[in-house]
C-alpha cells in the first residue's frame, strides 16, 4: 500500500488511501459521519446493541471513525482495532490524535490472523470493515472466518460488515448465505437505489445469533437523513437465487469499485 494522505474540508479530514477514500474524522466532533456506510453502520448500532458500553473488535482501522464515535456515544467502551498497516496507523494517530481517556487498542494484525487469536465469546460488537485498493479481501468474506467472527461473539453478539457491490447485489448474497448458514438470521441496511441492485454501493450486513429486532430497524432507516432501507435475509437469498457461501478454496475479493469521481464509500 502506498502512503495515506490526509485531505481537509472545513473540519472534516479525509483519509485517502491508493487513491481510494478510506474515512472521513471530525476531530472536533465524533458524531458527524460523514459517508454514508458509516452512518448506516451507527444506525444499526444504535437500534439493535442496546445501551451502554460496547466490547468491540474493529476488522480494519483507518481514520478510526467508528471507533471515535463509540468511544463518545458509549464511553468506556473497549475497542480493538485489528489492522495489519502499521504505517496507516503511525499516520492517523500523528495527524489524528485520539481523544484523552480512550480504551481504543490497535493490533498490528490481519483480520484472519487477529479474529483467530481472539477469546470465545469476547465481543459484543464486530464491525467488518476492512478494504485494500478499494476491495473487502476475500479472507474476510468465507464461511470459516464468518464461523470464527460468530464464535468470538458468542450468542449475544451482533456482526456488521461494510460491503461494496456491483449492480444485482450477487457479492453480497454469497457472504449473505454464509452469514445466514453461520449465525441464522441477517438483514441488510443501505440506501435504497443500492438495495434494489440499480447501482454500485455500500450496504451493511448485520448478523445474530439472536433473531434481529427488524421493526426497530426498518423504524430507524424510516427517520434516518438519507433514503436507507432494509431488506431482510429472505429477501436478499431472492435476489439471486442458489447463492453458496464463499470458502477459503473460492474465496473473492468485493468487485472492483468505480473510479474515484464515482467512489461513494
Not at 463518545?72 to 481517556?101: K, M, N
Not at 431488506?231 to 469499485?257: I, M, N, V
Amino acid at each position: 500500500m502506498g502512503e495515506p494522505r490526509f485531505e481537509t474540508d472545513g473540519t472534516v479530514v479525509t483519509v485517502v488511501l491508493d487513491d481510494h477514500p478510506q474515512s472521513a474524522v471530525d476531530l472536533g466532533d465524533p458524531t458527524l459521519l460523514t459517508f454514508e456506510y458509516v452512518q448506516h453502520l451507527a444506525l444499526c448500532v444504535e437500534a439493535l446493541a442496546g445501551g451502554g458500553p460496547l466490547r468491540t473488535t474493529h476488522v480494519g482501522g483507518a481514520g478510526l471513525t467508528l471507533a471515535r464515535w463509540l468511544q463518545h456515544t458509549r464511553p468506556g467502551s473497549p475497542q480493538v482495532v485489528l489492522e495489519p498497516d502499521t504505517g496507516l496507523t503511525e499516520a492517523v494517530r500523528r495527524e489524528l490524535p485520539l481523544p484523552r481517556g480512550h480504551r481504543i487498542r490497535v493490533r498490528p494484525v490481519t483480520g484472519e490472523d487477529g479474529m483467530a487469536a481472539l477469546r470465545d465469546a469476547s465481543a459484543d460488537l464486530v464491525v467488518l470493515d476492512a478494504y485494500a485498493g478499494g476491495r473487502v479481501p476475500a479472507g474476510l468474506t468465507t464461511r470459516e472466518w464468518l464461523r470464527d467472527a460468530c464464535r468470538v461473539l458468542g450468542d449475544a453478539g451482533l456482526l456488521l460488515a461494510n460491503l461494496a457491490d456491483d449492480r444485482g447485489l450477487r457479492y453480497v448474497a454469497r457472504v449473505g448465505a454464509g452469514a445466514q448458514e453461520t449465525f441464522g438470521h441477517v438483514a441488510l441496511v443501505g440506501l435504497h437505489e443500492v438495495l434494489k441492485g440499480r447501482r454500485f454501493g455500500n450496504v451493511v450486513l448485520v448478523a445474530s445469533v439472536r433473531p434481529l429486532r427488524l421493526f426497530d430497524l426498518r423504524r430507524a432507516c424510516a427517520s434516518a437523513a438519507l433514503p436507507t432501507g432494509v431488506l431482510t435475509g429472505a429477501e436478499l437469498a431472492r435476489k439471486a437465487p442458489g447463492s453458496l457461501p464463499f470458502t477459503a478454496d473460492d474465496a473473492e475479493p468485493s468487485p472492483e469499485p468505480p473510479d474515484r469521481d464515482g467512489w461513494r464509500r
